[in-house]
């Protein structure tokens, strides 16, 4: 079965240093991976996923992931973050084998000082 | 853009109860889902559907059931609300069956409550 963990509950940065959020996966195959915000009292957005190809994904809103095989991760960073970048991040992963269906990372809360 | 509409932002309900949570999306999507989000633990499936009364369990269905009798819409019914069902439920829709890199659309989620 698939699984994805995300190590950090919470991370607070000021506003203008960079962030990384972390993803770790477990699947046999090569996954299809996300990564999803929720700004408070919203519904998910698609930041960026990647299928193949460029192991760099770019995204919206600045963020980019990089999928790394050997390290089983799929890591979300932003070079310079806003105040409206505060929200919730979450981390899927999807597989063909497993009917579709999306596997979520239990979310880290991102906190932006001024 | 596809809109995916929850009919109630938040709902506070008794134990025991029946309870109808409806969610309809505007673009003719094939495939609709049903999650429940607790802190920590992230998104859990419950039940989706790939297509007019067709339904197939999650990692969560216990306590649960749904219903598709149209396309547009898709309910989610818990036959005896508990406690252990306070929740934040959301919906969301995906283009085609066999899309496994199809981009989720969620609505705006419920936040119920099970006194």
């Known amino acids: 079965a698939q699984s994805v963990t995300q190590p950090d509950i919470h991370i607070t940065v000021s506003e203008g240093a960079s962030l990384e959020l972390r993803c770790n996966y477990s699947?046999?195959?090569?996954?299809?991976l996300f990564w999803y915000v929720q700004s408070p009292g919203q519904g998910l957005q698609l930041l960026l996923k990647y299928f193949s190809g460029d192991t760099l994904v770019q995204g919206i809103k600045g963020f980019e992931a990089e999928f790394k095989r050997s390290q089983s991760s799929f890591n979300l960073r932003k070079p310079s973050v806003h105040w409206s970048d505060a929200a919730e991040y979450f981390c899927?992963?999807?597989?063909?084998?497993?009917?579709?269906?999306?596997?979520f990372g239990g979310g880290t809360r991102v906190l932006v000082k001024p | 853009d596809v809109k995916v509409t929850q009919s109630s932002r938040y709902l506070v309900k008794r134990t025991g109860e029946k309870v109808f949570l409806e969610c309809v999306q505007d673009m003719d999507h094939e495939n609709m889902f049903w999650y429940r989000q607790d802190p920590g633990l992230g998104l859990r499936l419950i039940y989706f559907s790939y297509d007019v009364k067709m339904k197939e369990k999650g990692d969560i269905p216990e306590g649960y059931s749904v219903s598709r009798e149209k396309k547009e819409r898709f309910s989610l019914i818990l036959e005896s609300a508990s406690t252990n069902q306070t929740s934040m439920y959301l919906c969301?829709?995906?283009?085609?069956?066999?899309?496994?890199?199809?981009?989720?659309?969620f609505g705006s989620g419920t936040q119920l409550s099970v006194l």
């Open positions: 699947y046999g195959a090569t996954p299809y």
């Open positions: 899927a992963v999807g597989a063909r084998a497993a009917g579709n269906k999306l596997t």
């Open positions: 969301a829709s995906s283009l085609m069956r066999g899309g496994t890199n199809e981009k989720l659309f």
